[in-house]
């Protein structure tokens, strides 16, 4: 198990970047797929980037090119930076974690068991 805590949500306006992370307890952190999900007021919670304890990376449509995932074992952080935010980027962003995520489905909410309590993006147009 480990424990998962994300900072960097705010308000900002549109085309402006954040710098979201997640920072995790644990001694085995590096074997630990972490990916970054969404949720808007009234949706599903929606995948958004991830990156794999080997250093991959995967990203949804609506992230790529804008936004970039970055780790750092040493610390036990993931990072997420966004870049030229839309008003649809708002939502409240959670980092979750697993060491058994298959790539298949490594944007399935389901791969993962330990999640952190979120942090609120908001996009001003």
């Known amino acids: 198990q480990v424990q998962l805590v994300e900072s960097g949500g705010g308000l900002v306006q549109a085309g402006g970047s954040l710098r979201l992370s997640c920072a995790a307890s644990?001694?085995?952190?590096?074997?630990?797929?972490v990916a970054w999900f969404r949720q808007a007021p009234g949706k599903e919670r929606e995948f958004v980037a991830a990156?794999?304890?080997?250093?991959?990376?995967h990203y949804a449509d609506s992230a790529k090119g804008r936004f970039t995932i970055s780790r750092d074992n040493t610390k036990n952080m993931v990072d997420l930076q966004m870049n030229n935010l839309k008003p649809e980027d708002t939502a409240v962003y959670y980092c979750?974690?697993?060491?058994?995520?298959?790539?298949?489905?490594?944007?399935?909410?389901?791969?993962?068991?330990?999640w952190g309590q979120g942090t609120q993006v908001t996009v001003s147009s």
């Open positions: 979750g974690a697993d060491v058994t995520v298959k790539v298949t489905s490594i944007g399935n909410k389901d791969e993962y068991d330990n």
């Open positions: 990156i794999t304890w080997n250093w991959l990376t």
């Open positions: 644990g001694r085995t952190f590096s074997y630990y797929t």
